[in-house]
């Protein structure tokens, strides 16, 4: 089993171009992504920085995963009803922790963060952040093991 080791660090803030919708599982945010590239490739966007994912739902569900995909910008853009420009707020207090290798296998770093957080009295207080450092599964192939994903969950500590 990989060793996560988990850090506490500050998040700048960034602006971002979102797209976000209700998918059945995390791996279906794919069209999500399809939809925000598509948008980017019209405005003629060249992407700025890693991108993103926010899981907005409090707790792992079976279905229907409430996921917004954002990719760092430094352009002003023009909203439409389903895309979003905004400054994605930075965090004081960011618990974060790397997963290096598929994606099919992040459930151990979420494990490994969501354990430290218990055992060092710390409790989630915004949306999850996965953040891509390196993207290495193209066509949706979440089995590349040179894939780096960043977990990040904004915190405070408890009492």
Do not use: F
């Amino acid at each position: 089993m990989a060793k996560y080791d988990v850090v506490i660090k500050k998040v700048e803030p960034m602006k971002v171009v979102s797209v976000r919708g209700i998918v059945p599982k995390p791996p279906d945010q794919n069209l999500l992504w399809r939809e925000l590239g598509t948008y980017l490739v019209q405005q003629r966007i060249h992407p700025k920085g890693a991108c993103l994912a926010l899981y907005h739902d409090e707790e792992q569900k079976d279905r229907d995963w409430d996921i917004e995909v954002c990719q760092q910008v430094a352009e002003d853009l023009v909203p439409t009803s389903r895309i979003k420009v905004y400054s994605l707020p930075g965090i004081e207090t960011m618990a974060s922790v790397i997963h290096a290798g598929p994606l099919l296998k992040i459930g151990a770093a979420y494990d490994a963060i969501q354990n430290w957080l218990a055992e060092n009295q710390y409790q989630v207080t915004g949306p999850c952040r996965e953040v891509c450092i390196r993207a290495a599964y193209p066509d949706g192939n979440q089995n590349d093991p040179n894939t780096i994903t960043e977990i990040q969950y904004p915190v405070e500590r408890i009492g």
